[in-house]
């Protein structure tokens, strides 16, 4: 029997959270590279992904794992500047278990083999932490074994130009560039965004 290979969500979470601590209340009504979404209803994403990836793991299925994540805009609670780092360090924690990587499970109602939503849990992270950043002016260096962990599950299984992707249309990105910017062009953005 394959042997599940963990991947510590950890120095995604923690990035996340020194993110959100650089951010002002002055910044949440800032655009970020998802269109929809201001820098407020990221980190309100963020919170809610994070609270439904740490019960995907435990298996804890209900409203948390089972709830599309475009049903309605995110709003962000009052309490997030606690609420955020929690919900992270106990995503991370909940994929330490091993047990975690094994069997089936859901979140955002829909289901997959564990081992592959660890690696979509730490993807959100991954990619929503460059959003934050990128609208807030801040650094962004992600490690070189999570970003292999993103293009390989963000690269289409083909060559099809019009691959929707997991967050819209791949945005074609020279071989040769940084990986980083490689990702953030298989999610769907443009890794020159700027606020305008």
């Given at each position: 029997?394959?042997?599940?290979t963990?991947?510590?969500l950890?120095?995604?979470?923690e990035?996340?959270?020194r993110?959100a601590?650089?951010?002002?209340?002055?910044?949440?009504?800032d655009p970020?590279?998802?269109?929809?979404?201001?820098?407020r209803?990221v980190l309100?994403?963020?919170?809610g992904?994070?609270v439904?990836?740490?019960?995907?793991a435990?298996?804890?299925?209900g409203?948390?794992?089972?709830?599309?994540?475009?049903?309605v805009?995110?709003v962000?609670?009052a309490d997030?500047?606690?609420?955020l780092p929690?919900?992270?360090?106990?995503?991370?924690?909940?994929w330490?278990e091993?047990?975690a990587?094994?069997?089936d499970?859901q979140a955002?109602?829909v289901?997959?083999p564990?081992?592959?939503?660890?690696?979509?849990?730490l993807?959100?992270?991954?990619?929503h932490g460059?959003?934050?950043a990128?609208?807030?002016?801040?650094?962004?260096?992600?490690?070189?074994?999570?970003l292999?962990?993103s293009e390989?599950?963000?690269?289409?299984?083909?060559?099809?130009s019009?691959?929707e992707?997991?967050?819209?249309p791949?945005?074609?990105?020279?071989e040769?560039a940084?990986l980083l910017?490689?990702?953030?062009g298989l999610?769907?953005?443009?890794?020159?965004?700027?606020?305008?």
């Amino acid at each position: 029997m394959e042997k599940t290979t963990h991947i510590d969500l950890g120095p995604a979470a923690e990035r996340v959270t020194r993110l959100a601590a650089g951010i002002g209340d002055e910044r949440l009504g800032d655009p970020t590279p998802c269109p929809a979404y201001a820098v407020r209803e990221v980190l309100a994403h963020l919170v809610g992904l994070s609270v439904a990836f740490r019960d995907a793991a435990r298996k804890d299925f209900g409203p948390t794992t089972s709830t599309p994540p475009g049903s309605v805009l995110p709003v962000l609670d009052a309490d997030w500047r606690t609420a955020l780092p929690k919900a992270v360090e106990e995503l991370a924690a909940a994929w330490r278990e091993p047990d975690a990587w094994e069997g089936d499970t859901q979140a955002g109602g829909v289901e997959l083999p564990a081992a592959v939503m660890g690696r979509v849990a730490l993807n959100e992270l991954l990619i929503h932490g460059w959003d934050l950043a990128r609208a807030t002016g801040q650094e962004y260096a992600a490690g070189e074994e999570e970003l292999a962990v993103s293009e390989a599950l963000l690269t289409p299984a083909d060559d099809s130009s019009d691959d929707e992707g997991f967050f819209g249309p791949v945005v074609a990105v020279p071989e040769d560039a940084p990986l980083l910017d490689r990702v953030i062009g298989l999610s769907g953005r443009r890794p020159d965004w700027q606020p305008a």
